[in-house]
């Protein structure tokens, strides 16, 4: 079953915690670099405390002896589930599946605030399409020794076709229909994601900025 992940991405740690006491059977919690710059190791720690599996999602991209370390610290931590960039090169990705241990860990693929022509401009060159992309810079994570690989939900069904069925696909960018996309280019509904192959669901804002988030949140579970 694809399970569901709350990105609490808030400005301190006191309304994070507040509302994950709201969200009954929650098992795993997002936390972004906003939230983690301002609170740091401690939040970390009160959240595993109340029995939830932290996703810390920093995205590392960095020369491979950084990366590592800091893929290190983030298991000595007790962190479940991390993230490092595939465009940091099969190097790094190497080093920080090495540094993992039980660890969970993800490259991140396309950013769902890409669309061709900004991807187009990060690279360098023409991208015809965006799939391919993400498809190219999993298949590196998975060879490098990557739990999984963070990719759009538009993305979903190509990846789990060219990865098969062992390798966790996390989906962020996820909405609940009619709310907003805002700053996504490619946003999926939570079924959807779930009918493509996704393992895990990033669900933030179509919760966080909810009139209730946790009826929101309820209605995220159902839909699954």
């Not at 509302?19 to 970390?44: F, H, I, Q, S």
């Not at 963070?150 to 996820?174: C, K, M």
């Not at 779930?194 to 839909?223: F, K, N």
Request: aromatic letters at 4%; charged letters at 20%.
């Amino acid at each position: 079953m694809t399970e569901l992940i709350v990105a609490f991405d808030y400005p301190n740690g006191r309304d994070a915690l507040a509302l994950a006491d709201r969200l009954n059977g929650l098992r795993w919690a997002k936390l972004g670099p906003v939230l983690y710059v301002r609170e740091g190791p401690t939040l970390v720690r009160e959240f595993a405390a109340r029995g939830m599996h932290v996703f810390l999602d920093l995205k590392w991209h960095d020369i491979p002896n950084t990366v590592s370390g800091a893929v290190t610290a983030a298991r000595d931590l007790g962190v479940a589930m991390a993230t490092v960039h595939c465009l940091g090169g099969a190097a790094m990705l190497t080093a920080a599946a090495l540094a993992a241990g039980d660890l969970a860990l993800l490259g991140v693929t396309v950013l769902t605030s890409h669309d061709a022509p900004a991807f187009e401009q990060v690279v360098g060159r023409g991208v015809p399409d965006l799939g391919f992309e993400a498809e190219r810079l999993a298949r590196a994570a998975v060879a490098a020794g990557l739990r999984g690989v963070v990719a759009s939900g538009h993305d979903v069904g190509l990846l789990r076709e060219a990865l098969g069925p062992e390798p966790w696909i996390v989906v962020p960018g996820v909405r609940l229909p009619g709310d907003a996309a805002g700053d996504q280019a490619r946003t999926v509904t939570p079924a959807e994601a779930a009918r493509r192959g996704a393992t895990h669901l990033v669900v933030g804002r179509s919760i966080t900025q909810a009139a209730d988030p946790a009826e929101a949140y309820q209605r995220v579970l159902e839909s699954l």
